[in-house]
Nanobody
Framework: VQLQAFGGGLVQAGDSLRLSCAAS????????VGWFRQTPGKEREFVAG????????YYADSVKGRFTISRDSAKTTVYLQMTTLNPEDTAVYYC???????????????????WGQGTLVTVSS
């Protein structure tokens, strides 16, 4: 499966933005899809994830209550709805997919086998 992430942009603090992660060459039916973000000089940080077949979701504490991960009925796109954005959310956001993701490794980027190209989110104060 190939992934394409898009939807980033420049917004002001307090604004909302929705990112999309689209699958090609297959669906996300049997995958766990995670959103991560990365800033220069830092490691890729877990944001949110979903086990698509089960519909289960999980979030980093820093975004819980502000971000929502979901997927479409065709299981070809996973979304990250971001609200109440603040400058600390500024990063390149990546989506990853993996079939061997389990609870214990779900927040590690190493658990995900496929990655999109990243989309930049910039939040101005």
């Amino acid at each position: 499966v190939q992934l394409q992430a898009f939807g980033g942009g420049l917004v002001q603090a307090g604004d909302s933005l929705r990112l999309s992660c689209a699958a090609s060459g297959g669906t996300f039916s049997w995958y766990t899809v995670g959103w991560f973000r990365q800033t220069p000089g830092k490691e890729r940080e877990f944001v949110a994830g979903t086990k698509v077949s089960a519909g289960s979701t999980y979030y980093a504490d820093s975004v819980k209550g502000r971000f929502t991960i979901s997927r479409d009925s065709a299981k070809t796109t996973v979304y990250l709805q971001m609200t109440t954005l603040n400058p600390e959310d500024t990063a390149v956001y990546y989506c990853g997919a993996g079939r061997r993701v389990i609870v214990s490794n779900s927040r590690s980027p190493r658990a995900y086998d496929y990655w999109g190209q990243g989309t930049l989110v910039t939040v101005s104060s």
